[in-house]
DNA sequence: TTGTACGCGTTATCAG
DNA sequence: CTGATAACGCGTACAA
């Protein structure tokens, strides 16, 4: 593998040279341009990128961190990946599995320059802990928080859970039971305030189901109707943390021969691809534009720059589940 | 940011003892180790990743291309992962959406040292192309190959597909219409090879049914279940080219009353998530085994070693869409 | 046990 | 228009 010095050596010229045809500097006479292009060519050289990127300090490289592969952060990962790649960045993934030592991983390249940027999608560290490293570089995450060194490119959700409560008392659903994500997190208090907010607004005294918390897949889905159809007391609609539970849940439902919406509604959150197959009315999050987000507040934070951010919507999708 | 010199200024001693210290090296008294641990930790040292890439001239970074995120790309992404992590190699990714020139981009990186190995799961541009990249570090694929210089995880899919048409068979289906994925691709040739066999044996006679390929997606299965319903005379089983395929038609003709099993067979392939969401009768496939050994052949490639690499069983999930 | 000095491959400054 | 040379930070023979 010959190197710049070779070249420049066989070139007849200087290394300052080669580099300037390298970059496509002006002020570099056709004909050594030519002499030089020439023997890059016969020895089939090729610039080490890594010293570049210690010479330059930027390895255009950014770090996308999240505990699993989710559908929702498919969508995330998509619309990131769509918004970098036109500023010539690409991603590096760490997927932790709750592993708080392979988020470490993640941190540690950040400070040791061998990444620009981090996006924690789903953290498994304490933020006081990532926080600590945001001074080797722009660090920003996708969940709810609130501080002044992690932007986040979160969404309020309590509106759109209102909106879909205030969707189901239309229908006529007056006994719901709530399915919320992680426990750990802030869009479940979020999603219980609406809650709390929509039953006092609507007089609907508290029910006596137990909470339901920690339900994201679709295996939770398939307990929860196992549940549901123990009951005798039941509830008319379930609104579900994802539409992964939905699916579950639905599926379960049918192979019972219970009918959905006739004998309970059921709604899903997010608006990934199995609600549309399954043709649940649910919640579209604006992911693709958080992800957009994320990318242009990092990219701001690395050239100082000022792109405005998109705006953030969420709308309801009715579909036949409700 | 101090870097290594200003440790070894400070501390009083060499850059080499600095070093020394910062890789745990023996012969290191443990008075100067303590000066130079507490100097590092006085100015916050940390040591720059790039340097020590340039130097060592490896980056524990690995490419994975594919043309979108698929079910059967996310199965392969975290086996891959998690055998990649145990060695500490990580994953940057490039999703190319069918542009030859993103995965550019990554064959470059290869080329300039950004990136150690490249796997790819789905490729874009020719193979020759590629090929011609193979001087500068592993490169691996998930599909079939038959070449000398990038190894194949690929399994036969003739047998697989065959166990498939057998199980019809035995269900009493012989109207079987085969749904294809990438026509592209080996795996359909060998799929259309079994089927060609297997009606052979079975002294099925050729049917009239259009050519279906190319199909993959779940929309893909919705205009397949439309297709079925409009016809006179009906294939008495389809069999799909993927879950998501069989998923997208299974519930469209839910949704348009018509009884799977009862009218139509439905089966899959693969055994994703869908799969059994959807209780649908597939295949198998030994994903997770194609990328621990993907990433073993790298390794083997990298270090000269022999880790020997594990073996391919695919197998028949009944379930009852058929 | 420690230090010197060079190499890794580029870019960028400054002179000419 | 071109060349010398100093960074960028670190690892490592070789010598002591």
Known sequence: MPNIQQIARMAGVSTATVSRVLNSYPYVSDATRQ???????????????NAITLK???????????????PLLI??????????EKYGFNITLF??????????????????????????VLRTNEWEVIESYTKY??????????????????????EAYATGLEHLY????????NVYPMSTGLNTLERRRAY????????????????????????????????????THRPDAIFCATDEVAAGCIT??????????????????????????LDLTTIHYPVQQQAENAFVIIHNMLNASQTALAPLEYRLIERHST
Chains 1, 2 share one sequence.
């Open 170 to 177: 239309a229908k006529g659903y007056r006994n719901i039971l």
């Open 75 to 84: 969508s995330f990962l998509d619309a990131f990946n769509l918004a970098a």
């Open 252 to 277: 379960t439902l049918h192979r019972m021969g219970i009918s959905v919406p006739g004998e309970v509604g059921i709604m899903g959150f997010n608006n990934t691809e199995v609600a549309h197959l």
């Open 95 to 120: 997927i932790t599995n709750g592993d708080a030592g392979k988020e470490h991983v993640a941190l540690e390249m950040l400070k040791r320059k061998q990444l620009d940027a981090l996006v924690f």
């Open 196 to 231: 709390a907010d929509f039953a006092h607004r609507r007089q609907i005294t508290a029910d006596d189901f137990p909470l339901f918390q920690d339900r994201t897949s679709i295996r939770d889905g398939e307990e929860l109707a196992s549940w549901w159809v123990a009951q």
């Open 35 to 49: 002499k030089v292009l020439t023997i890059m060519e016969q020895l089939d050289y090729v610039p080490n990128g």
């Open 137 to 158: 570089g722009p660090i920003v995450t996708w969940q709810r928080l609130e501080n002044e060194r992690i932007p986040s490119v979160f969404m309020d959700q309590y």
């Open 56 to 70: 330059k300090g930027a390895t255009h490289l950014i770090g996308i961190i999240s505990v699993t592969f989710s």
